[in-house]
Nanobody, 126 residues
Framework: QVQLVESGGGLVQAGGSLRLSCAAS????????MGWFRQVPGKGREFVAR????????YYADSVKGRFTISRDYVQNMVYLQMDTLKPEDTAVYYC???????????????????WGQGTQVTVSS
């Protein structure tokens, strides 16, 4: 079983920055890709960013390219999402995710994900 715990959410003004952290545990963690998704009321979870097991390959949704950066420290079992130049439309609950497919070229935004964290709220005021 993989356990994921996010932290770092909060309230910021537009143009500000936040750094989200995800602490992972479980024997399968090292071979899994990792990612971040977000969700607002009335909508499904939206893909934000993902990385392979080593963190050497990173992919982003078009809406956050150039503003967000995903990174992974597989030694410390941590995944991060650095969010810069935040916009009000970035407001959402952000979820850390783990699944083998997140490190695969076969991933799509609709891929089923095996493991989720509890979520952390990010609110960007205008």
């Amino acid at each position: 079983q993989v356990q994921l715990v996010e932290s770092g959410g909060g309230l910021v003004q537009a143009g500000g920055s936040l750094r989200l952290s995800c602490a992972a545990s479980g024997r399968a963690f090292g071979s899994f890709g990792m990612g971040w998704f977000r969700q607002v009321p009335g909508k499904g979870r939206e893909f934000v960013a993902r990385t392979n097991w080593s963190g050497s390959s990173r992919y982003y949704a078009d809406s956050v390219k150039g503003r967000f950066t995903i990174s992974r420290d597989y030694v410390q079992n941590m995944v991060y999402l650095q969010m810069d130049t935040l916009k009000p439309e970035d407001t959402a609950v952000y979820y850390c995710a783990a699944d083998r497919i997140l490190g695969s070229i076969e991933f799509t935004g609709e891929s089923e994900i095996a493991y989720w964290g509890q979520g952390t709220q990010v609110t960007v005021s205008s």
